[in-house]
């Protein structure tokens, strides 16, 4: 038996100004939710995904982090933090010892991190009843009515307060159910250079990644750099994934060289296209969501997207900017499925309105935007938000293994 369920994926751009208060930021979490609620549909299962890094300004909520907001550059935040919070993170460090600085601040600044971030995403996804998504870097949590621990983790007159149940802190996804309630935490098991070395996050282990049946099917969570991973997916597959929610914040310019290749949207492929690949007995979709928005001297950029398993080769006009063709940048096998949905860049391929351009004239021109997007350029933070979705076909979890594609979704793009 199969159903019909709707993917949302929903693109917005970081706002420092947001973290003026708590109730600030939860009404910026209510903002983004509201991109996707006109495409919430009560006729169907629906999961929404939000981004990678969602509640990355919490860390710089209240008076305490007002200096730190006006900062030029991430370090220099940094450090503003770890003063406004000196105290908080002596006393963190009387429990757990010398661990990292920026490590030491997240853990003392737990309740923060978390209360606004939980308690908002809790009550939107039991209002509309659906399935939501979202991250956050905290650590494990546990909720304390003790004087002392709302002495060390809270704030004066509070009856509770959230606090660290251990010193590590994680890149967090967090399913919430259509009652509110947290269904799932799963942590990032392959984390960036920025992670380890700049923010002392700890891994998570693949061994402990689980896959969650719902309403419209198992779905499986793959933060960023996890849905580039063959064994992370692979392990996804194994357990019957047939969603594959991918929140992302890719932490560059989009329109540039990554890492480790020339063309960072050719390479993104690697996942949306690469988590529905024929070896995958059970995956049928990708739903990525991408963090835009500068914090800092950190540029978070890219085009959301809806991919489904196909047997086909994917068609030609539908592609991230600067694109030339499916494959895989790693090993160069052509990849076979669809974009269901796929949001726009701040502009669209030079290719469409001049035919002629080689690929590197039009790569140029879309470094030259990208660029332009940075701190001090022509067109400062002028990324765009987006919300995407599709509607898909799910086999009931009965028959969920193995599983081949629908014949055929409905698409949606913006």
């Not at 990292?100 to 009843?129: E, N």
């Not at 509110?180 to 250079?193: E, H």
């Not at 933060?223 to 594959?244: C, H, K, M, N």
Request: net charge negative; hydrophobic share 45%; with cysteine.
């Amino acid at each position: 038996m199969s159903k019909i369920a709707r993917l949302i994926a929903v693109s917005n751009r970081l706002d420092l100004a947001a973290a003026r208060s708590q109730e600030t930021f939860a009404a910026e979490i209510e903002r983004v939710f509201s991109l996707a609620e006109p495409h919430i549909s009560p006729q169907r299962p629906t999961l929404v995904v939000l981004s990678e890094d969602l509640g990355v300004t919490a860390v710089f909520l209240g008076e305490a982090g007002e200096a730190a907001r006006q900062a030029k550059s991430s370090e220099e935040a940094f450090r503003l933090l770890l003063e406004a919070h000196a105290s908080a993170v002596d006393r963190v460090r009387a429990i757990w010892g010398q661990i990292p600085d920026v490590r030491a601040l997240l853990l003392a600044l737990t309740d923060q991190l978390w209360r606004g971030f939980s308690r908002t995403l809790s009550r939107l996804a039991a209002r509309r009843r659906v399935y939501v998504i979202a991250c956050t870097n905290v650590a494990p949590v546990r909720v304390s009515g003790d004087e002392s621990d709302i002495a060390l983790f809270g704030l004066p007159g509070r009856k509770d307060v959230f606090v660290p149940a251990s010193p590590a802190v994680y890149n967090t996804a967090f399913l919430f159910g259509p009652d509110g309630a947290v269904i799932a935490a799963v942590r990032k098991v392959n984390l960036t250079p920025i992670e380890i070395y700049g923010l002392s996050l700890t891994p998570g282990n693949l061994a402990d990644v689980s896959v969650f049946d719902t309403e419209l099917g198992r779905i499986g969570i793959a933060i960023s750099l996890d849905a580039f991973t063959p064994s992370y997916i692979e392990r996804l597959d194994r357990l019957g994934a047939q969603v594959v929610a991918q929140p992302d914040a890719n932490p560059q310019p989009w329109a540039s060289p990554s890492a480790t290749h020339e063309w960072q949207p050719q390479e993104w492929l690697n996942s949306v296209l690469g988590c529905v690949q024929g070896r995958w007995n059970n995956i049928l979709y990708n739903v990525c969501p991408m963090q835009t928005g500068n914090l800092f001297e950190v540029a978070f950029d890219g085009q959301p997207s809806i991919t489904a398993k196909d047997a086909a080769e994917p068609d030609p006009s539908v592609n991230f900017v600067g694109n030339e063709g499916f494959y895989d940048t790693r090993t160069g096998e052509s990849f076979k499925g669809r974009f269901l949905a796929m949001g726009r860049w701040v502009m669209e391929d030079p290719i469409i309105s001049e035919p002629g351009l080689s690929l590197s004239q039009r790569r140029e021109i879309l470094s030259q935007r990208a660029l332009s997007l940075l701190p001090g350029g022509a067109n400062e933070n002028q990324y765009v938000e987006s919300v995407i979705w599709a509607d898909v076909t799910l086999l009931t979890p009965e028959a969920a293994c193995p599983c081949r594609a629908p014949a055929r979704d409905a698409p949606r793009r913006t």
